[in-house]
């Protein structure tokens, strides 16, 4: 009876060490289930507000509830956003590629005027920027015996993004 007992004892002592090792492996695995998502969520809004820089001159608006119009930008608007992807790009220590790639980080913007077309923006000299500037910032309209000075405005036809970053690598202009 004495060895019964003592037997019943050991039997409850492994169940209870065995409950405690589940209960421990279950912590761990909801632990580790909430960090991984955590961090993808961090990953996610990381991603969305560095696109956010880019993306706030791309896609349509609708001003009569109708009609989508394309989202308008000035040069300035095109300049800034080339001196952002340079700078972004040599804090990335980003180098040209020789063609478009989804599978690049260096981002590249394209601006298209007229016939003319400047492959990478983001690449030229601060001198040529102000020259594209001060030719592309306004348009002279003549109207009867007046000349009216109007703004000129721009659009964002295509954008890319990297395959794997996907992170906005690519963005193209052209004039309205």
């Given at each position: 009876m004495e060895n019964a007992s003592k037997a019943l004892i050991m039997a409850a002592e492994v169940l209870v060490g065995v409950m405690i090792i589940?209960?421990?492996?279950?912590?761990?695995?909801?632990m580790g289930n909430y960090s991984a998502e955590t961090a993808e969520k961090i990953e996610?809004?990381?991603?969305?507000?560095?696109?956010?820089q880019f993306l706030k001159y791309y896609g349509t608006t609708s001003t009569d509830g109708n009609t989508p119009?394309?989202?308008?930008?000035?040069?300035h608007d095109i300049i800034g956003?080339?001196?952002l992807a340079n700078k972004t790009n040599q804090q990335n220590d980003l180098s040209m590629p020789q063609e478009k790639s989804d599978n690049t980080m260096y981002i590249q913007i394209e601006l298209k005027i007229g016939s003319k077309t400047y492959k990478n923006l983001e690449a030229e000299s601060e001198s040529k920027l102000i020259e594209?500037?001060?030719?592309?910032?306004?348009?002279?309209?003549?109207?009867?015996?007046?000349t009216k000075a109007?703004?000129?405005?721009?659009?964002?036809?295509?954008v890319g993004?990297?395959?794997n970053t996907k992170l906005v690598n690519y963005m193209k202009f052209v004039e309205i």
């Open positions: 589940s209960i421990g492996v279950y912590i761990f695995n909801v996610e809004t990381r991603i969305a507000s560095f696109n956010e119009t394309p989202i308008k930008c000035t040069i956003l080339a001196n594209i500037v001060k030719n592309n910032s306004i348009i002279n309209k003549v109207e009867g015996t007046e109007e703004i000129k405005y721009f659009k964002c036809t295509e993004f990297g395959k």
